[in-house]
């Protein structure tokens, strides 16, 4: 099995991708704001608008201040009598005007090697795409994660999530996973991510590329990437190995996307 270099999108692709996510989000909530949304329990439509366009207005706080916006500092909720979709669409449009600038335009981020508005192109495209899910799940009628952005997407929670996150807390109990090892495949993809004893920092190592590992998880890139953000049950993609393995990854990625 070959890898390519990276994943990664050109940033009109991401753009592109973040636009049609986003205004799909908004028409599919339309009259559905009251109705549960199936993967993240407790949460209703409206749930996932209102959360989105947070996420945007944090994001435009990111790019404006050049820091970690402070509580207060950017709208998570629309004005009182505004209407909640309405609100969601002028963020996404003024997300993605602020977008549209050079990638190399510097933004706080908070993953440091990456302080630039390249990251955020990325993420935001990313995000978009699983909560445009999450709206859609309303009604049962989900559309894939276009082909190229899932397999990025599968890049980046294995990377920025799992690798870069997890272990950066002290107060974290990694004894559940230290010693095991993960095999992600989808096509011509493979990543292997381990939690070898005396890795540093106590982190995860990721190594794009195929390996012996304890278990192995693949399939089609949308349904691997919701998998790995909790939207799809086991059956949705092929799991072999260690069931034990496989849990510990599932706990993993849950504590590392919260």
């Not at 996973?177 to 540093?200: C, E, F, N």
Request: contains cysteine; aromatic residues 8%.
């Amino acid at each position: 099995m070959t890898t390519t270099s990276t994943t990664r999108l050109a940033p009109d692709r991401y753009l592109e991708l973040l636009a049609a996510d986003g205004r799909r989000l908004a028409d599919v909530a339309e009259g559905r704001l009251g109705d549960p949304v199936p993967p993240c329990p407790g949460w209703d439509v409206a749930e996932v608008v209102r959360h989105t366009g947070s996420v945007y207005n944090h994001k435009l706080a990111c790019i404006e201040l050049q820091r970690r916006p402070e509580d207060g500092e950017w709208p998570t909720d629309p004005a009182e009598g505004e209407d909640l979709v309405d609100w969601y669409r002028r963020a996404l449009d003024a997300l993605l005007d602020a977008l549209r600038a050079d990638p190399g335009e510097p933004s706080y981020t908070w993953y440091p090697p990456e302080q630039d508005l390249g990251f955020w192109q990325r993420r935001m495209a990313q995000e978009t795409a699983v909560h445009r899910v999450d709206a859609e799940s309303a009604s049962g009628q989900v559309t894939a994660v276009d082909d190229d952005l899932a397999v990025d997407g599968v890049d980046e929670v294995l990377d920025l999530f799992a690798r870069y996150a997890v272990g950066d807390d002290p107060d974290e109990d990694l004894t559940a996973y230290t010693g095991r090892s993960w095999l992600v495949r989808t096509g011509r993809y493979a990543w292997h991510l381990s939690a070898a004893p005396g890795a540093p920092e106590g982190q995860l190592v990721l190594r794009r590329g195929a390996g012996a590992a304890d278990a192995t998880v693949s399939g089609e890139a949308s349904e691997l990437l919701l998998w790995l953000w909790g939207r799809r049950p086991h059956s949705a993609v092929t799991v072999e190995g260690d069931p034990q393995a496989v849990t510990a990854l599932r706990t993993l990625l849950a504590y590392a996307t919260q």
